[in-house]
């Protein structure tokens, strides 16, 4: 596959920056102090930016992609920038929702630029390209630990933020070209979940087991940094273990599915990763064991992330943009609620029964799938 001179650049500095920055910011957090109900707010504000997707897609109807991401992108490394100052609980979590207020146009508008440019081949170049995010931030996560250890999270911010700021650069002078047309007409999120019960089923699915898996981040810094008093080297190691676990499970996967039918097998092996994670961190809390945590939760993060692209770009009846801008808005919903909520649960209950819940809506979702999911996959 042969890339564009600087293209692949790009989503390298995105995983450098993730590496750098995004991976640690509940750990710093807590170790700031936060309540569980700040924390909470940090995990959900990745979410943000899914829900502003209508707000991205109005702008490029009236701008240039390129233009539009590269500016939303240099926004938020000056935001990076004045977060690396925050000192205190309460403005560091509002600094870092409005960072990922446009930090999100990432996730909305960086397919549609690479379909701009590459076209028929486009699918096979964001999962190329996500493999350089992936490996990148697999390489400088361990690196930002130490560092952070040592110098404080102000100096990888500021490395964070410059690497933004190339990535910017690159996407604005990136040449894009006319888009074949689609024989398949546009879609609202709307219309699909009415007219299709089949997909209808599957949104359903997915926001109890996401609504699960979300409520557990705000537990998992608790339980690294409060209950093992991991250094940030430590918890490094547990991210980079994580990513690498993904990459290598999102190589096996293309090789193991042949057909459609075969994600359902996929999407239930991940499910079940997930739920021995959370029991890994809820009831045997040492470090060992949160390294084989780890390399379940990059498993089940994979199984999940390669089924909705998978189902998105193989169903006939809908164009993959608009799957994909039904999937983004529905993790943005459950993102902002189920972090909170798994918040609240901590503060009144503790880690150990969010944890216990978190899983069992997790299973919750698994069986519902196992029931009534295969008819799914009759597309």
């Not at 739920?275 to 890994?280: C, D, G, H, N, P």
């Amino acid at each position: 596959m042969t890339f564009k001179r600087y293209d692949p650049v790009v989503p390298i500095d995105i995983g450098l920056t993730q590496g750098l920055s995004s991976a640690f910011f509940t750990v710093i957090a807590t170790r700031l102090g936060a309540v569980p109900l700040l924390v909470g707010i940090i995990a959900s504000s990745p979410y943000v930016g899914n829900l502003l997707a209508p707000l991205w897609s109005f702008l490029t109807q009236r701008h240039e992609i390129k233009k539009v991401l590269a500016m939303a992108i240099f926004l938020a490394s000056a935001v990076l920038v004045v977060v690396s100052f925050m000192r205190t609980p309460l403005l560091f979590t509002l600094a870092i929702v409005v960072y990922f207020v446009f930090f999100g146009a990432w996730d909305v508008l960086y397919p549609a630029l690479i379909d701009s440019i590459y076209s028929e081949v486009a699918v096979s170049v964001v999962a190329r390209f996500d493999q350089f995010r992936s490996i990148a931030y697999t390489l400088v996560v361990i690196f930002s630990g130490y560092v952070m250890g040592l110098c404080g999270y102000a100096t990888t911010f500021a490395l964070a933020a410059t690497s933004l700021i190339l990535s910017g650069v690159v996407i604005l002078h990136s040449k894009t070209e006319a888009a074949p047309s689609d024989d398949l007409e546009k879609a609202t999120i709307i219309s699909i979940i009415k007219a299709d019960p089949h997909i209808r089923k599957l949104v359903l699915i997915f926001m109890v087991t996401g609504t699960g898996m979300l409520m557990m981040l705000p537990a998992i810094p608790v339980v690294e940094v409060k209950t093992l008093k991991l250094s940030d080297a430590n918890i490094g190691i547990l991210l980079a273990v994580n990513s690498l676990a993904y990459i290598i499970a999102m190589e096996v996967w293309p090789r193991v599915v042949r057909n459609v039918t075969a994600l359902y097998v996929t999407f239930s092996v991940g499910l079940a990763a997930i739920a021995v994670m959370a029991l890994l961190y809820g009831f045997f809390p040492t470090y060992a064991l949160l390294i084989v945590a780890n390399v379940f939760c990059g498993i089940g993060g994979s199984s999940i992330s390669f089924f909705w692209q998978t189902f998105s770009i193989s169903h006939p009846d809908y164009r993959t943009e608009d799957l994909s801008s039904l999937h983004l808005f529905t993790c943005g919903v459950r993102g902002v609620y189920a972090p909170l909520l798994g918040a609240l649960i901590i503060a009144l209950l503790g880690v150990k029964m969010n944890f216990v819940l978190s899983t069992a809506i997790v299973l919750i979702g698994l069986l519902l799938f196992l029931i009534k999911g295969k008819d799914v996959f009759l597309v």
